[in-house]
């Protein structure tokens, strides 16, 4: 009987020993940095593109006019020029603008491309420009526009519609990586009907009155190096909103996706919200959702 015992604690043993060792819970992803980083390539191209939109949509430039020199609403301290259907934007070696950001060098907008010629404002169907850059930077993040069109692709009894197709290289201040960004995007001026911002084609559209939308794809690789694609689902920025107070030119994306996925590792959503003005979004990877202040 004794022995039986013994034998049976033994074969218990056996098993126990044979047991497979329980799998280890996976860490929780929360990387949430190249998430932010498209989130800035995001508003840099952005803000390039509305700028563009601003400075062409006057031949002789003096909606722009601030204390006598030409300026952007969004960079008052900037000098705008027009020579041959080519429009400079000068921020100099630094220029503090109402959205509180910091920007040196130039951008160039050539519209020369445009069909029929007479289409020469931005609001105009066949608006064609072509946008290039030299030494431009925002906030210490340096752009190089390799190169980035906008094209009007608006029809008859219908919201203002613009093509955007992009490549472009941010350096992340203090050499922390490159971003390579490249996207083909519609853009919907959603307002359209409301006359306080869009009058007609013979009246330059009111920006500071304009909500607009984001569609399409992006790609590229991250700062980390890492190859990564992107989808924009009806990003909505409002130029009525601005919830920085200090900042009055600065307008986040109020509602809309974004939906980004970095090499090999789970999709981020980026939810910027329903429209409410401010500053508020969330990230969600993996099911778990943290939520994120936007720049």
Same mark, same amino acid.
Request: charged fraction near 15%; charge should be neutral.
């Given at each position: 009987?004794?022995?039986?015992?013994?034998?049976?604690?033994?074969?218990?043993?056996?098993?126990?020993?044979?047991?497979?060792?329980?799998?280890?819970?996976?860490?929780?992803?929360?990387? *949430?940095?190249?998430?932010?980083?498209?989130?800035?390539?995001?508003?840099?191209?952005?803000?390039?593109?509305?700028?563009?939109?601003?400075?062409?949509?006057?031949?002789?430039?003096?909606?722009?006019?601030?204390?006598?020199?030409?300026?952007?609403?969004?960079?008052?301290?900037?000098?705008?020029?027009?020579?041959?259907?080519?429009?400079?934007?000068?921020?100099?070696?630094?220029?503090?603008?109402?959205?509180?950001?910091?920007?040196?060098?130039?951008?160039?907008?050539? @519209?020369?491309?445009?069909?029929?010629?007479?289409?020469?404002? @931005?609001?105009?169907?066949?608006?064609?420009?072509?946008?290039?850059?030299?030494?431009?930077?925002?906030?210490?993040? *340096?752009?190089?526009?390799?190169?980035?069109?906008?094209?009007?692709?608006?029809?008859?009894?219908?919201?203002?519609?613009?093509?955007?197709?992009?490549?472009?290289?941010?350096?992340?201040?203090?050499?922390?990586?490159?971003?390579?960004?490249?996207? !083909?995007?519609?853009?919907?001026?959603?307002?359209?009907?409301?006359?306080?911002?869009?009058?007609? *084609?013979?009246?330059?559209?009111?920006?500071?009155?304009?909500?607009?939308?984001? !569609?399409?794809?992006?790609?590229?690789? !991250?700062?980390?190096?890492?190859?990564?694609?992107?989808?924009?689902?009806?990003?909505?920025?409002?130029?009525?909103?601005?919830?920085?107070?200090?900042?009055?030119?600065?307008?986040?994306?109020?509602?809309?996706?974004?939906? @980004?996925?970095?090499?090999?590792?789970?999709?981020?959503?980026?939810? @910027?919200?329903?429209?409410?003005?401010?500053?508020?979004?969330?990230?969600?990877?993996?099911?778990?959702?943290? !939520?994120?202040?936007?720049?």
């Amino acid at each position: 009987m004794f022995a039986l015992m013994v034998l049976g604690m033994l074969l218990t043993v056996s098993c126990r020993k044979n047991d497979p060792e329980p799998e280890p819970e996976p860490e929780p992803d929360t990387e *949430q940095t190249t998430a932010m980083d498209n989130n800035i390539s995001e508003l840099i191209a952005g803000d390039i593109e509305s700028m563009g939109s601003q400075a062409s949509e006057n031949g002789g430039l003096s909606t722009y006019k601030t204390t006598g020199s030409a300026a952007l609403s969004m960079a008052p301290c900037a000098t705008v020029s027009l020579n041959n259907k080519i429009v400079t934007v000068d921020f100099g070696a630094g220029c503090l603008g109402l959205d509180g950001r910091i920007r040196t060098g130039k951008l160039f907008f050539d @519209y020369s491309a445009s069909s029929p010629n007479t289409a020469v404002y @931005y609001r105009n169907p066949g608006f064609a420009a072509s946008v290039t850059s030299q030494n431009y930077s925002v906030d210490g993040y *340096q752009v190089n526009i390799l190169n980035k069109s906008i094209r009007n692709t608006s029809q008859a009894n219908a919201n203002l519609t613009w093509s955007i197709t992009a490549n472009i290289q941010i350096t992340k201040p203090g050499n922390a990586g490159t971003i390579t960004w490249s996207c !083909n995007r519609t853009k919907e001026l959603v307002n359209t009907s409301d006359t306080s911002c869009y009058k007609g *084609q013979s009246v330059a559209i009111n920006w500071q009155r304009a909500i607009v939308k984001l !569609n399409g794809s992006s790609s590229g690789t !991250n700062a980390k190096n890492e190859s990564f694609t992107a989808t924009a689902s009806n990003l909505v920025r409002d130029f009525n909103c601005a919830p920085d107070q200090a900042k009055p030119k600065r307008h986040p994306f109020i509602s809309g996706t974004l939906n @980004y996925t970095p090499g090999q590792r789970p999709a981020r959503l980026i939810n @910027y919200g329903s429209g409410t003005c401010d500053q508020n979004a969330t990230i969600t990877v993996n099911g778990v959702t943290y !939520n994120i202040t936007l720049p």
